[in-house]
Structure formats: structure tokens, C-alpha cells
């Protein structure tokens, strides 16, 4: 079966702590992205990358990184940086770039205790 | 499940009537546009897009619709059923910006 995984689905985090959220695709997508859902908003972008080894900031980039070593994983940080990080974070993947569907993960609900 | 339905337009009809779905985009250099639903607690899911070049497209019950002189696209689904209910995002391509922006979504329930 061809898709997109995030682990772990649901995550706990004390305040301060880094956390890194998974997000691994077989779809040979070279595009990937990574977007934050908080309740009665829209998808905002945290981080894209096109290619690896390359990646860009989105709009919300403060207080998350990410890496993409490899062509099917592109991992999330979000670090004590983050001022409000409890949130949906969804991972999606696409053949090229924006231009193209976008193929998204089951999510990671991110609390911060 | 996650608590993406709140403080969400939201489109209540009966099991079998058909739902239209209405997004007002902002850019009008935007020119591609794609429809996904997300049912609670899981990630979005493609149901249908339509380039600037096209005014329609049909898909299986579903039909999107494109006005470019008020920017507004909608979304129709034939037949509702229960399974429908989800909440329903709208997202345009924005060339100048090379991004995807998704709109607030609107929730639909569908009445058995």
C-alpha cells in the first residue's frame, strides 16, 4: 500500500522539551510539506522542501525545523522555541511542487502540558 | 476526534439532497484549485481540482464550479450521504507566492 505515515498519532510533551514528529511517505514524492491545523483556522505552512538535502521556510517556520536526508522522510522539531506548539500537524506529499494534489497523513496531535 | 469543526461555517442538510459547498478566493492570479474533506481526527483527503482554464469538472457526485470575475469557487455534491459529512477545504494555488493556501473550511452534516 502506497501512502503517507505520521507517528505517533497523538503526543505529550512538557513545556521546554523538543519533540520530533515523523513523517515518512513511499509514494517517491520528491515534494513534501508540513502544515499546522489549530480549531476554525486554515492550514498554515511550517516547512516545505522540493527536493533533498533542500528545504524552505513557510509561513509559521519560527520555532520548528526540519531535515529531509532522505527522499521518503521529512521530520518535524518543534522546539521549546515555539511559543504555542499544541496543535494538528499534518504532513502531505506531492509528485512536484505546489502546482500539484497533495497527498496528506493521518496527523500528529501535538499537546504541550 | 480532532477539533477541527469549531467556529466553522457550517452546511446542514437531509441524506439524499444535493450540498453545495461555497469558497470566495483572494487572489485572482491564482490558478489552480484543489477541494479536499477531512473527517474528524484524520488528514485531508483530495476529492477533486480544477485549473484556471476550466469554468467545470465533474467528478464522481461531485462537481466543482470556477467563477474568476468574483472568485469564487463552489463545490457540489450530488446525493448527499451520512458519509459526506466531513468538514470540506477549499485551497488556491497562488503562483506569485508558489504556495498552497487553504481556506477555513466549512462543516458539512448530513442528516440520515
Known amino acids: 500500500d502506497g501512502g503517507i505515515t505520521q507517528s505517533p498519532k497523538y503526543l505529550f510533551r512538557k513545556e521546554g522539551q523538543n519533540v520530533t514528529l515523523s513523517c515518512e511517505q513511499n509514494?517517491?514524492?520528491?515534494?513534501m510539506y508540513w502544515y499546522r491545523q489549530d480549531p476554525g483556522q486554515g492550514l498554515r505552512l511550517i516547512y516545505y522542501?522540493?527536493?533533498?538535502?533542500?528545504?524552505q521556510k513557510g509561513d509559521i517556520a519560527e520555532g520548528y525545523s526540519v531535515s529531509r536526508e532522505k527522499k521518503e522522510s521529512f521530520p518535524l522539531t518543534v522546539t521549546s522555541a515555539q511559543k504555542n506548539p499544541t496543535a494538528f500537524y499534518l504532513c502531505?506529499?506531492?509528485?512536484?511542487?505546489?502546482?500539484?494534489?497533495?497527498?496528506f497523513g493521518p496527523g500528529t496531535r501535538l499537546t504541550v502540558l | 476526534g480532532e477539533n477541527v469543526g469549531l467556529h466553522l461555517p457550517t452546511l446542514s442538510v437531509q441524506e439524499g439532497d444535493n450540498s453545495i459547498i461555497n469558497c470566495a478566493y483572494s487572489n485572482s492570479a491564482s490558478d489552480y484549485f484543489i477541494w479536499y474533506k477531512q473527517e474528524s481526527g484524520k488528514g485531508p483527503q483530495f476529492i477533486i481540482d480544477i485549473r484556471s482554464n476550466m469554468d467545470k469538472r465533474q467528478g464522481q457526485r461531485v462537481t466543482v464550479l470556477l467563477n474568476k470575475t468574483v472568485k469564487h469557487l463552489s463545490l457540489q455534491i450530488a446525493a448527499t450521504q451520512p458519509g459526506d459529512s466531513a468538514v470540506y477545504f477549499c485551497?488556491?494555488?497562488?503562483?506569485?507566492?508558489?504556495?498552497?493556501?487553504f481556506g477555513k473550511g466549512t462543516k458539512l452534516t448530513v442528516n440520515p
Open positions: 485551497a488556491e494555488y497562488q503562483g506569485g507566492s508558489e504556495k498552497l493556501v
Open positions: 509514494l517517491n514524492h520528491d515534494a
Open positions: 502531505a506529499s506531492s509528485i512536484g511542487g505546489f502546482y500539484n494534489e497533495q497527498f
Open positions: 522542501s522540493q527536493i533533498v538535502n533542500d528545504f
